[in-house]
């Protein structure tokens, strides 16, 4: 897989790939981009690969819009058919949801850095409360709470 990653990049830096390169928020390994880290920027639930070296390393304007737009209630059944036959979609595909709670976690770690400790507490609720409505449930939760301990002494 990262040997078809760096082709893919460097197709990308001549020209040779047109489209964008886009690496879901869940890659936790992003080694295979190790000489160009500086070329991602976090745009929502993915990072997009650009060609030349990114100014500031995540959109939170867009990461805010993102998740703004998000209604809990669209994640809560499954995403595949009962009637779907194959393995992989049925054990895997349910897992899209964990996209959209790395985004807000990434996004709330963004606001404890720059010490805005209410919106992130905010947000972290609501990755909570976002996270016990999906078919998963709570996945993530042991990432959510130290956050939210942090986000509470930082409000105290």
């Known amino acids: 897989a990262n040997q078809i990653m760096k082709g893919w990049l460097e197709e990308r830096r001549s020209g040779a790939l047109?489209?964008?390169?886009?690496i879901a928020v869940t890659v936790g390994?992003?080694?295979f981009a190790r000489d160009s880290q500086d070329h991602l920027v976090m745009m929502g639930a993915f990072h997009l690969w650009l060609p030349e070296p990114a100014e500031n390393p995540m959109?939170?304007?867009?990461m805010r819009e993102s998740l703004a737009g998000i209604d809990p209630d669209d994640f809560a059944g499954s995403f595949v058919s009962p009637d779907d036959r194959s393995s992989v979609r049925t054990a895997t595909t349910?897992?899209?949801?964990?996209?959209?709670?790395?985004l807000a976690?990434?996004?709330s770690r963004t606001l404890l850095e720059s010490g805005r400790s209410p919106e992130a507490y905010e947000m972290l609720t609501w990755a909570e409360q976002f996270e016990n409505n999906t078919i998963l449930g709570p996945v993530?939760?042991?990432q959510i709470e130290p956050l939210k301990e942090t986000a509470r002494q930082q409000m105290e």
């Open 18 to 22: 047109p489209n964008p390169i886009a």
């Open 29 to 31: 390994d992003l080694s």
């Open 59 to 62: 959109d939170t304007t867009v």
């Open 94 to 102: 349910n897992r899209i949801v964990t996209n959209i709670t790395e």
């Open 105 to 107: 976690l990434s996004y």
């Open 140 to 142: 993530l939760s042991e």
